[in-house]
């Protein structure tokens, strides 16, 4: 049997419907039909930070590609949804419309205003309230479960130092030593993970108290890292680091540190 001739791309957002629905019908893909919400919840995060990573490096193309890839995202959680009777994506374009209009009613109705940026956050949380009435909004709703770690532990310190919850652990500056000396002191091994983990609670809250992002701080740092492991594997040429006796790699990755820090 002969394939149909492939579309051709088009700027038309129906016809990228189209696409998706052909990949998920039953002439379609069979990868594709396989597919549930949870199972593309990992290529969801991927393409999201793959968006991330284009708006950091100021690629206006690669922005627009990423997008795009999670406009298929969105379209294909729809076309799933729709085929199962959950939702379709009429649903998903009212919702937001709603949302939109809803939040902002200084644009959208008569007799609300806000002048400034800040005055539309004052007002956000309250108008959020509202549109689920009779539910009591918990400060903790506003934070995603799904966030990284690091970046969770920090907003959701934002939002109770926001609701006036003030808290700080006494010694807490010390908090990953005295950690790391309880965790080697012989701690069961059920405990170490709780232990670390209000360590590097409290060192977030540090962090916050003198104005440094955690998330931002260790990224960059992270990156940094990357960036000098690069250097040592280029200039290590053909042989794999792995390879390298010990002092010839500890030299490279001297050489390979950024001017002013020979660490």
């Not at 040429?237 to 020979?262: C, F, M, R, Y």
Request: net charge negative.
């Amino acid at each position: 049997m002969t394939s149909p001739p492939a579309p051709t791309p088009t700027r038309s957002f129906d016809d990228l419907v189209g696409v998706v629905e052909t990949l998920l019908g039953t002439d379609g893909c069979p990868w594709d039909r396989e597919q549930t919400h949870s199972s593309l919840r990992r290529y969801l995060l991927e393409e999201s930070y793959e968006l991330i990573e284009a708006i950091d490096a100021d690629d206006a193309q690669g922005m627009a590609e990423e997008l795009g890839d999670l406009l298929v995202h969105v379209l294909f959680h729809s076309e799933m949804a729709r085929r199962q009777g959950e939702f379709e994506l009429g649903d998903v374009v009212l919702s937001a419309a709603s949302k939109m209009i809803g939040r902002h009613p200084h644009v959208f109705e008569e007799g609300v205003n806000a002048a400034t940026a800040e005055e539309v956050l004052g007002h956000w949380e309250d108008l959020k309230r509202k549109e689920k009435p009779g539910k009591k909004r918990l400060v903790a709703d506003a934070v995603p479960k799904a966030m990284p770690a690091l970046a969770y532990a920090a907003e959701i310190q934002n939002r109770a130092s926001k609701a006036g919850l003030e808290w700080h652990e006494e010694g807490s500056g010390t908090a990953l030593d005295s950690a790391l000396s309880e965790i080697l002191s012989g701690t069961p091994e059920e405990a170490k993970e709780q232990i670390a983990g209000e360590a590097l609670f409290n060192l977030v809250t540090e962090m916050k108290a003198v104005g440094v992002d955690p998330e931002t701080a260790l990224r960059s740092h992270a990156l940094a890292f990357r960036t000098r492991l690069e250097r040592t594997e280029i200039a290590a040429g053909e042989t794999s680091i792995a390879d390298l006796p010990p002092g010839d790699l500890h030299e490279l990755w001297k050489s390979a540190a950024a001017p002013g820090n020979s660490g």
